[in-house]
């Protein structure tokens, strides 16, 4: 049997969004996104797989980032996918997180309310995406790269997974 990408796509849609229902139509606020953020959604979670097998081998500790996590869950502009949920990349690195763990997860995004979202919902994930502490934390784009350089025994060992494009001054 050949490998279908279509097939393989589409189950893992099924799969991750399977793994939301319990926040799926929590009725709070959801992080901007479009149908091609699924694409890259799941580009991030078939990096993650792979990655952190890798990082084992070489490192005793290996750390995700992400300066922009949002809410944690997507919503859709398009009328026809405008009633659906997607996990965002904060949920997409937490659920797998069973599976594929990071040392340490650094969350953060400019958005309070934002923040506190992402903080419920993964405390309502929690059979789902562990024990860990995720602590994601307001802080701006800016202050989270200084963060990271200010760790400098931890600067070669991050895998910087930053979702969206920021412009640096």
């Not at 490192?59 to 009328?79: M, P, R």
């Not at 937490?94 to 958005?111: E, G, K, M, Q, V």
Request: proline share 5%.
């Amino acid at each position: 049997m050949t490998f279908d990408p279509y097939v393989w796509s589409k189950n893992k849609i099924e799969e991750l969004v399977n793994k939301i229902t319990i926040i799926k139509n929590d009725g709070q606020p959801v992080s901007p996104g479009q149908i091609w953020s699924i694409k890259k959604l799941l580009v991030l979670d078939y990096y993650i797989g792979g990655s952190v097998n890798i990082f084992k081998k070489y490192f005793a500790n290996w750390f995700y980032v992400d300066t922009h996590c949002g809410s944690g869950l997507i919503g859709f502009k398009e009328a026809e996918l405008i009633n659906e949920r997607f996990p965002g990349s904060p949920l997409i690195a937490a659920l797998r997180n069973i599976t594929s763990p990071f040392t340490d997860y650094f969350l953060s995004d400019n958005n309070s309310p934002a923040i506190a979202k992402l903080e419920q919902r993964l405390s309502n994930l929690r059979p789902s995406v562990g024990t860990v502490n995720y602590k994601p934390i307001l802080r701006n784009f800016d202050d989270s790269v200084a963060f990271v350089e200010s760790k400098s025994e931890m600067v070669m060992r991050f895998s910087f997974l930053l979702i969206q494009l920021a412009l640096l001054k």
